[in-house]
Nanobody, 118 residues
């Protein structure tokens, strides 16, 4: 069982920055992938940034160059540094962990609200 807790969301003006954190706890197998998703009002949840167990990162085109995913293994925490935020980035951001060896083990955090507005 894995628990993910997001934090760091808030209200920022366009052009501002936020850093989201996702702290993982519980039994995590060696092979897993993690990512940040977001769901904007009236939209489906979409992948924003991913970070595999091999350290390969990927980003949605809409955030490439502005967002950076990173991790601190000692703290079991994954981060999403968001810069040059746009109104279109407004969404609830969710952390996700999926175990590769047990595909049915797919965990989500509770989400953290990011609102970009003047």
């Amino acid at each position: 069982q894995v628990q993910l807790v997001e934090s760091g969301g808030g209200l920022v003006q366009p052009g501002g920055s936020l850093r989201l954190s996702c702290a993982a706890s519980g039994s995590i197998f060696s092979m897993y992938v993690m990512g940040w998703y977001r769901q904007a009002p009236g939209k489906q949840r979409e992948l924003v940034a991913g970070f595999t167990n091999g350290g390969i990162t990927s980003y949605a085109d809409s955030v490439k160059g502005r967002f950076t995913i990173s991790r601190d293994n000692a703290k079991n925490t994954v981060y999403l540094q968001m810069k040059s935020l746009k109104v279109e980035d407004t969404a609830v951001y969710y952390c996700n962990l999926r175990e590769v060896l047990v595909p049915s083990n797919n965990y989500w955090g509770q989400g953290t609200q990011v609102t970009v507005s003047s």
